[in-house]
């Protein structure tokens, strides 16, 4: 089912690069907080790791969690979120 890994760094107003912790990409995971069934194929793996499933839409992904990131204080008004698909394993 989590055939697709996916990274999640939160990029600070200096561009530096820091993984997201497993806790708040398992917050957001949670299908009680985003109440969506198509974010019900994730798995946070790791901290700055989410594994999702094929029927999982990245950007839609990616907007949905900066917006929650944001609301709960994660992220600051100078920050963003990055998402990277990795490359399948051959």
Same mark, same amino acid.
Request: charged share 30%; with cysteine; aromatic share 10%.
């Given at each position: 089912?989590?055939?697709?890994?996916? $990274?999640?760094?939160?990029? #600070?107003?200096?561009? =530096?690069?820091?993984?997201?912790?497993?806790?708040?990409?398992?917050?957001? %995971? !949670?299908?009680?907080?985003?109440?969506?069934?198509?974010?019900?194929? $994730?798995?946070?793996?790791? #901290?700055?790791?989410? =594994?999702?499933?094929?029927?999982?839409?990245?950007?839609?992904?990616?907007? %949905? !969690?900066?917006?929650?990131?944001?609301?709960?204080?994660?992220?600051?008004?100078?920050?963003?979120?990055?998402?990277?698909? =990795?490359?399948?394993?051959?």
């Amino acid at each position: 089912m989590f055939a697709r890994r996916v $990274t999640v760094t939160r990029i #600070d107003a200096a561009g =530096e690069r820091h993984a997201c912790p497993i806790g708040q990409i398992d917050n957001f %995971a !949670m299908r009680n907080f985003t109440n969506d069934a198509v974010f019900d194929d $994730t798995f946070p793996a790791d #901290d700055g790791v989410l =594994e999702i499933g094929n029927r999982v839409p990245l950007d839609r992904l990616r907007v %949905a !969690m900066a917006d929650w990131f944001w609301r709960k204080g994660y992220l600051k008004a100078n920050e963003r979120l990055e998402m990277i698909e =990795e490359s399948p394993r051959p």
